[in-house]
């Protein structure tokens, strides 16, 4: 083991807490890849980091079979909140607060006989991933009101992807391994990548499967 891990895991700090800490610059050269080469909506950086980081408290089906629960929860409770006269005339965020409080409901009676969901071993840490849930949750639905159905399920997708991949990366023994053994190595070369993606400047995946045949066919001006 790294004598710099050593010492830090000498120090008091658990080897899973120094293994997530350092697996956060991975995890946002992860996003930046999505967001600047693939063109992935990832509700920006700090939320796919977040449910990665909550997400390896419980294993990995339990937290996606929690996160569908709950956005499907939300869109029932938004879809007949807004049917109701006066709360469709009163401001967003209270709309948005009777929900979050009519979702409270809906999750303890999830977890206590929904057959998905109440299996599931919750502790107060976890609490925190169903709070991030739920405001991820909150923002998909209003890309779904804004984009519609069709231009909404492909973003989805791509951001549950973005979390899977975050989690299995992060749990992968090699990865970990590699983090105990080459801390700083990891670090650079995490930086390094950010910095070079943010740099770019071609097509992303998406655009080019999106406009790729048709920027084919564009004749360039020529230079004078």
Known sequence: MNSITQHILQNGIPEDI?????????IFALITFFRRVIGSITLGIFTPLFLTLLMTIIDLKDSVTLFVFIFVSMLIIRYFLRKIPLLSMTDTRVLDAVMF????????????YLPLV????????????LLVMSSCSQDLITMWEFRGFKRFISPFIEFLTLIIVSYLLITWGWIQNAILEYPLVIIVASITIIILLAKWGKLKLKEHIRYGRVIKHVELPEKK
């Open 101 to 112: 409080c009519v979702l409270t409901i809906i999750i303890i009676l999830g977890l206590l």
């Open 18 to 26: 120094f293994i997530l800490i350092l697996a956060i610059p991975i």
């Open 118 to 129: 109440k299996n599931i071993q919750l502790n107060i840490a976890a609490l925190f991933l």
